[in-house]
């Protein structure tokens, strides 16, 4: 019997628990898609976004920065018709702006994991909770980091967006007491 966390019950939910969620990532093309998704889960279930996640990256150019970066109207049309992925106007329109967003930090920092990791010190933070319940929603960190992203012309970043976004990525581990992917 393996022990997990308690909201990981569908098979997508267990796979993205047991190989995904609080594993450090330091590759930019990752951290972006982590990015991305996150923002698309606002207001959704991350059961949605994972059951939508493989025609997203379809849709979205398998995450490729340089040809988000250079999408027009006729992309994000064709996207808002593309039944598959999350079809919100104001998410699609986005996806361009925060991949110029996200590759100007790259230039300014060398890489978007040097910046990103900087806000935990370049050390992943390891939670001890007992209960799902006391996830927290955001953190002073999670605070700090949206208002840094915002400043710097994202969308869809806030707070609670970037608590789930350091979750995902391994900047936070909060893998419950008793769970065997600690």
Same mark, same amino acid.
């Given at each position: 019997? =393996?022990?997990?966390?308690?909201? %990981?019950? @569908?098979? +997508?939910?267990? %796979? *993205? /628990?047991?190989?995904?969620?609080?594993? &450090? =990532? /330091?590759?930019?093309?990752?951290?972006?898609?982590? +990015?991305?998704?996150?923002?698309?889960?606002?207001?959704? @279930?991350?059961?949605?976004?994972?059951?939508?996640?493989? @025609?997203?990256? &379809? %849709?979205?150019?398998?995450?490729?920065? &340089?040809?988000? !970066?250079? *999408?027009?109207?006729?992309?994000?049309?064709?996207?808002?018709?593309?039944?598959?992925?999350?079809?919100?106007? +104001?998410?699609? @329109? !986005?996806?361009?702006?925060? $991949?110029? $967003?996200?590759?100007? =930090?790259?230039?300014?920092?060398?890489?978007?994991?040097? *910046?990103?990791? #900087?806000? &935990?010190? /370049?050390?992943?933070? =390891?939670? /001890?909770?007992?209960?799902?319940?006391?996830?927290?929603?955001?953190?002073?960190?999670?605070?700090?980091? !949206?208002?840094?992203?915002?400043?710097?012309?994202?969308?869809?970043?806030?707070?609670?967006?970037?608590? $789930?976004?350091?979750? !995902?990525?391994?900047?936070?581990?909060?893998?419950?007491? #008793?769970?065997?992917?600690?």
């Amino acid at each position: 019997m =393996v022990n997990r966390c308690e909201w %990981a019950k @569908s098979e +997508l939910d267990i %796979a *993205y /628990h047991d190989n995904e969620w609080g594993k &450090v =990532v /330091h590759d930019d093309k990752k951290l972006f898609e982590m +990015l991305i998704l996150e923002g698309m889960q606002a207001g959704l @279930s991350w059961s949605t976004i994972l059951a939508k996640r493989e @025609s997203m990256r &379809v %849709a979205f150019d398998d995450f490729d920065i &340089v040809k988000i !970066s250079k *999408y027009d109207d006729k992309k994000c049309a064709e996207l808002l018709t593309n039944p598959n992925i999350i079809r919100n106007r +104001l998410k699609i @329109s !986005s996806l361009k702006t925060n $991949a110029i $967003a996200f590759m100007k =930090v790259q230039k300014e920092f060398g890489s978007f994991d040097k *910046y990103i990791w #900087g806000f &935990v010190d /370049h050390k992943p933070i =390891v939670n /001890h909770f007992e209960d799902m319940y006391d996830f927290p929603a955001s953190t002073e960190i999670s605070d700090k980091m !949206s208002l840094d992203l915002k400043k710097r012309g994202f969308k869809f970043i806030g707070t609670t967006i970037c608590y $789930a976004y350091m979750q !995902s990525i391994g900047m936070v581990n909060d893998h419950m007491v #008793g769970c065997d992917f600690k």
